[in-house]
């Protein structure tokens, strides 16, 4: 009995590697510390060039994260003041406009992001646009540099875990096993960081999880290689970020790559602090704004939810009711059932149609689901939604209703129902179809819903109209042609479009638009 505990514990032991006692743990950080000398270094300026993966905009759900070009990037990190200044500059480049993301990228998109301390802002030109809800994604990216991982570990209380393996998931990854020393820090009181130090006493890549509406604790690391000195401070001049994880060996399977960003540094700055950042006063007293929806009676029977970025349509049956798309976050999903709720009492919400798989929006439709709701939802995304998004699986950092409380079994009225080409819900009176919007490219099983006795046609991201009088674009583009095509393929003889982005907007408007108008 005692060597067959033994083995278990060797086993273990293999399988999860060792803790390090503490004293340890402070001699490896001085090492790497001494080595890559960041006692030396408050804050840094580089600039770099390379790509953006889009985050949760995949063409299809194997596909990577779409990618557009960043032909310049410019990242100033004090972490002494606990700030950073960062700016991009995005084009389309040589990457194939497929996916979401508000691609195709016409000339150039800059991007001007900030934090100090708690705060947040974007800049458009000298206006400064307070973003508290990212705010502490963007405190814990300075953390995630090599540096700001060292200092922050110093300063607490890591723990030192030693194991095989065959090195970081991505492109440090090999065949030959090594033994991996890693630095393991809980940063900002919330997140669980990993740091891998290799032999040369390099933090080779560092790991955490970040909340998502649609993935729960989502996977988040960084790789750092080809180190060169600058001024006695080593720095890595090739970056790679994953969003998600980039093996098939975790989930989700139906996600493959998630490349997310990718830049080639051509200069480094130690002690270059970039500009002197203060935080306005307009940011100092921006908070998180509250969820606002607000109705608007399309017919009888039938809303337009609006109120922000991302509509919802409400469809009333004789028994139930219909939802047109679940976008966004659970606050906002709670929200939209709420106003049904007050629409329509006392009549459950038995469908909601989602339009697409991109994270914008289907970060809702667990809610909806753990509502009781049936999700409508293209044949291509069933497996990823019913494995992995609807998945029961606990989420630590920010618990949903369908984490906290799962139903007991899928099938006990929470279902999944698919379209191939063409589907309908019914109650023998109204009549709500949905069609699959073929040869588009913004996304692989793309859904629209049309109500022909209203002739009302009901869609996402292929056609957001422009503020009224405004000058048509010299070519529609490729995804508003693709709905038109569908359309007529279809059929269908719509007189309202009714986006869930916008406005609503006659048909003839639409036609007028991309040029087709007799």
């Given amino acids: 009995m005692m060597n067959v505990r033994l083995r278990l514990l060797g086993a273990f032991l293999a399988l999860f590697g060792g803790t390090v006692a503490a004293q340890d743990v402070q001699d490896v950080l001085q090492a790497v510390s001494a080595n890559m000398g960041a006692a030396n270094l408050n804050c ?52 194939p406009a497929r996916g979401g993301g508000r691609q195709p990228i016409q000339g150039e998109r800059r991007q001007v992001w900030r934090v100090f301390d708690d705060y947040a802002w974007n800049m458009q030109g000298d206006n400064p646009q307070p973003a508290p809800n990212v705010a502490s994604r963007r405190q814990l990216d300075i953390w995630l540099t090599p540096h700001g991982f060292l200092k922050a570990a110093m300063a607490g209380d890591p723990t030192l875990i030693t194991r095989y393996e065959s090195g970081a998931l991505g492109g440090l990854s090999s065949t030959v096993q090594r033994r991996q020393r890693i630095i393991s820090l809980t940063l900002l009181n919330t ?35 080809d180190w060169q000195t600058y001024d006695g401070v ?51 007293q921006a908070s998180v704004p509250p969820v606002r929806v607000e109705s608007e009676q399309l017919g009888e029977g039938l809303y337009y939810l609006t109120g922000g970025s991302h509509h919802s349509v409400a469809v009333e049956f004789n028994d139930f009711i219909a939802v ?34 991109h994270f914008d929006h289907l970060g809702g439709i667990r809610t909806f689901f753990h509502e009781g709701a049936t999700i409508v939802a293209h044949s291509t995304n069933r497996n990823f939604y019913k494995q992995e998004v609807l998945s029961y699986a606990p989420w630590t950092l ?121």
């Fill in 234 to 284: 080593k720095f890595p001049t090739h970056f790679h970020h994953h969003t998600d994880w980039d093996d098939e060996t975790q989930p989700p399977n139906y996600n493959g790559g998630h490349n997310s960003l990718d830049l080639r540094i051509s200069d480094v700055q130690p002690n270059e602090c970039g500009p002197a950042l203060s935080v306005p006063d307009s940011v100092r």
């Fill in 324 to 357: 047109v798309e679940a976008p966004q976050n659970q606050a906002r999903a709670l929200a939209v059932i709420e106003e049904v709720y007050q629409l329509f009492p006392n009549k459950p919400i038995r469908y909601v149609v989602n339009t697409h798989h």
């Fill in 191 to 225: 997140y669980r960081v990993n740091a891998t130090v290799n032999s040369d006493n390099l933090i080779e890549r560092i790991q955490t999880w970040i909340p998502n509406p649609v993935r729960g604790d989502l996977n988040y690391e960084a790789e750092y290689s």
């Fill in 398 to 518: 920010e618990p949903d209703l369908l984490s906290l409380h799962p139903p007991t079994e899928f099938a006990e009225g929470y279902q999944l129902e698919t379209v191939d080409i063409k589907s309908a819900i019914t109650d023998g009176t109204r009549l709500l179809e949905v069609y699959y919007v073929q040869s588009n490219p913004h996304s692989e099983g793309m859904l629209m819903a049309y109500l022909p006795a209203e002739r009302m046609l009901i869609e996402a991201d292929l056609f957001t109209p422009s503020a009224p009088n405004a000058a048509p674009p010299a070519q529609p583009s490729a995804a508003q042609m693709a709905l038109y095509e569908n359309v007529m393929a279809y059929g269908l003889n719509p007189s309202t479009v009714v986006p869930l982005h916008g406005r609503t907007v006659p048909w003839s408007e639409f036609l007028e638009f991309i040029g087709q108008a007799e």
């Fill in 44 to 95: 840094v300026t580089y600039t770099a060039t390379g790509y953006v993966g889009l985050v949760g905009q995949t063409f299809d759900i194997r596909s990577d994260w779409p990618r557009v070009a960043v032909s310049n990037y410019t990242r100033s990190v004090n972490y002494t003041a606990r700030s950073m200044h960062e700016e991009r500059v995005l084009t389309q480049g040589d990457y």
